[in-house]
């Protein structure tokens, strides 16, 4: 009992203090995910009322790739101040339906920790029109973490392109004051 509640202890003061997660789900079983292509994401949350609370999928937000309403994630919390894994634990995703009471009081906190947003005060009508928010619970599994660095090519978007650098720009770099 007492391990088990320093285990819940871990996970949600771990994910309290981080500000970005890591978190891969399928809505299959979750060890499965990575066989089917599923990425794992880096995302932005607010822990609230004893789980991770994301809003995404929508124009400006987050992409949330195989998190899908009762299907299950692995979510991988980092420090805070040195970026390494401290601890990664198995959630049960659920989606909030817009105007339910567990959905205001998830979006005012969300709404709260949102940085740079387009609309500021309208965008919980937004969220409610255009994105998904969903709570991912602990389900009190805490998976092994993995050794090595996990390190993957960056997923393929439109943002980035390669042209070559224009002619005259390292003159512009690197020349000299003249006094």
């Known amino acids: 009992m007492t391990d088990q509640l320093l285990e819940q202890a871990l996970v949600e003061e771990a994910t309290k203090k981080s500000g970005l997660i890591w978190v891969r789900g399928n809505g299959a079983p979750a060890p499965h995910a990575e ?18 609370c994301l809003v995404g999928d929508g124009p400006g937000e987050q992409p949330l790739p195989g998190l899908v309403d009762g299907g299950e994630a692995v979510v991988t919390v980092r420090s805070k101040d040195k970026g390494g894994r401290l601890v990664s634990w198995s959630a049960k995703v659920t989606e909030l339906a817009p105007g339910s009471p567990e959905w205001d009081a998830t979006v005012a906190e969300l709404k709260g920790k949102r940085l740079n947003a387009p609309d500021g005060e309208a965008m919980p009508e937004r969220w409610a029109r255009e994105c998904r928010v969903l709570r991912l619970e602990p389900t009190g599994d805490r998976a092994e973490l993995p050794d090595g660095s996990l390190a993957a090519p960056p997923l393929p978007t439109p943002a980035t392109t390669r042209h070559p650098i224009p002619a005259g720009l390292h003159r512009l770099l690197f020349r000299r004051k003249r006094r």
């Open 35 to 52: 066989e089917r292509g599923v990425p794992t994401r880096a995302l932005w949350h607010v822990w609230h009322d004893g789980a991770v």
